[in-house]
């Protein structure tokens, strides 16, 4: 009975590794499904408002049946904080995603998405949700493996080194990593690149103030399915300023449809729900530092679906991205179990001094 027990905290313990791990799979889907249906000719903001549109249609029921007992009071001052939350981290982020892009390449992108975690830890550290307390070893590794992380990201991204020559690859094959910028220019590039950089700190941000949000309104179902309805609507004024052609908005059965489902259901739906939750139980840079992962498994899945090949660098730089992860979250991990035996030593210590004062 008791080892049934130990394994069932030890599995509790996991199930956010697990969580993260299975969101970096869904979001390398989304890469995929997302840039077959851009590539199709469907209009990035369009995208967004229907995607927004399937997850809020999705979560809604759930939320209702799931959270329906649950008593989650829901002030005006409240529902502002979520309205502007949803502004910051969903519509802005993923608006300004795809308007850097059109200036800037789709490596560069991806090699920025995985600045996330470093602007998240940043952030965190200034709002003082995260401590960095670099006389202890276990600091030092959360600041290293920030680093180390970031580095890895950007040499995957951008260095390629000889190809790796596995048994589905051939010479008349041309991965489309190899995709040069053509017709950028420098000002052009400069614009992407600050465009890049909002967007990633709108999600970093949004990162930081789920757990503030999270506190006063628990409901965690309920608080998905809002966001996603805000970012909607937000959207959808985004999209109708830029977009006017009525045309654009037509969708039918094909990519398309399958696309926005996907990433409205499953990426927006279901796994923003459980970033809110690892958010709640391991904090923002937690969540973060699981981001670069999506790059790799996105490369490795490229590899075996459309034969393309995999490079040196790419290779050191999935090293550097497991190997700085894994050093903040063993830093995580340290200073979580430090703090719970301060904790218990306090706990203890009170205990003792009140039974002291009883038996006197």
């Known amino acids: 009975?008791?080892?049934?027990?130990?394994?069932?905290?030890?599995?509790?313990?996991?199930?956010?590794?697990?969580?993260?791990?299975?969101?970096?799979?869904?979001?390398?889907?989304?890469?995929?499904?997302?840039?077959?249906?851009?590539?199709?000719?469907?209009?990035?903001?369009?995208?967004?408002?229907?995607?927004?549109?399937?997850?809020?249609?999705?979560?809604?029921?759930?939320?209702?049946?799931?959270?329906?007992k649950k008593d989650a009071p829901l002030s005006y001052n409240l529902l502002c904080k979520i309205f502007?939350?949803?502004?910051?981290?969903?519509t802005l982020s993923l608006n300004l995603y795809y308007v850097a892009i059109n200036y800037t390449s789709a490596t560069f992108a991806a090699a920025t998405t995985n600045l996330i975690p470093a602007i998240t830890f940043i952030m965190a550290a200034l709002l003082r949700m995260e401590s960095i307390t670099v006389k202890h070893l276990h600091g030092m590794a959360k600041v290293l493996g920030a680093t180390v992380g970031v580095?890895?990201?950007?040499?995957?991204?951008?260095?390629?080194?000889?190809?790796i020559k596995l048994y589905w690859y051939s010479r008349t094959e041309k991965s489309?990593?190899?995709?040069?910028?053509?017709?950028?220019?420098?000002?052009?590039?400069?614009?992407?690149?600050?465009?890049?950089?909002?967007?990633?700190?709108?999600?970093?941000?949004w990162l930081v103030l789920q757990g503030p949000i999270i506190k006063q309104y628990q409901a965690k179902l309920r608080l998905t399915a809002l966001q996603c309805f805000f970012s909607c609507l937000q959207s959808t004024v985004v999209a109708i300023a830029v977009e006017r052609h009525p045309s654009a908005w037509k969708i039918g059965w094909d990519i398309h449809l399958l696309s926005v489902a996907y990433?409205?259901?499953i990426v927006t739906g279901i796994t923003y729900w459980l970033q809110v939750w690892a958010i709640e139980k391991k904090g923002p840079v937690f969540t973060s530092m699981f981001t670069p992962l999506a790059l790799i498994i996105t490369a490795i899945i490229s590899a075996f679906l459309w034969k393309e090949s995999l490079y040196c660098g790419s290779i050191g730089g999935a090293i550097l991205l497991v190997g700085g992860l894994y050093s903040v979250l063993w830093g995580k991990n340290?200073?979580?179990?430090?703090?719970?035996?301060?904790?218990?030593?306090?706990?203890?210590k009170e205990e003792v001094i009140l039974e002291c004062i009883t038996h006197d």
């Open 151 to 163: 580095c890895g990201a950007l040499v995957f991204a951008f260095v390629k080194g000889p190809p």
């Open 334 to 348: 340290k200073e979580d179990s430090k703090s719970e035996m301060d904790k218990q030593r306090q706990v203890t």
């Open 84 to 90: 502007f939350i949803s502004l910051c981290g969903i």
């Open 176 to 205: 489309s990593s190899n995709s040069s910028i053509l017709g950028s220019s420098g000002v052009e590039w400069i614009k992407g690149s600050l465009f890049m950089l909002l967007a990633n700190s709108a999600w970093s941000l």
């Open 263 to 265: 990433c409205g259901i």
């Open 1 to 68: 009975m008791k080892s049934f027990l130990c394994c069932d905290v030890a599995m509790e313990g996991q199930k956010p590794y697990l969580a993260m791990l299975f969101i970096q799979f869904v979001y390398a889907g989304m890469a995929l499904f997302s840039k077959a249906a851009i590539a199709k000719g469907m209009n990035p903001y369009v995208f967004v408002v229907y995607r927004q549109a399937f997850a809020s249609l999705a979560l809604a029921p759930i939320a209702f049946f799931f959270e329906r």
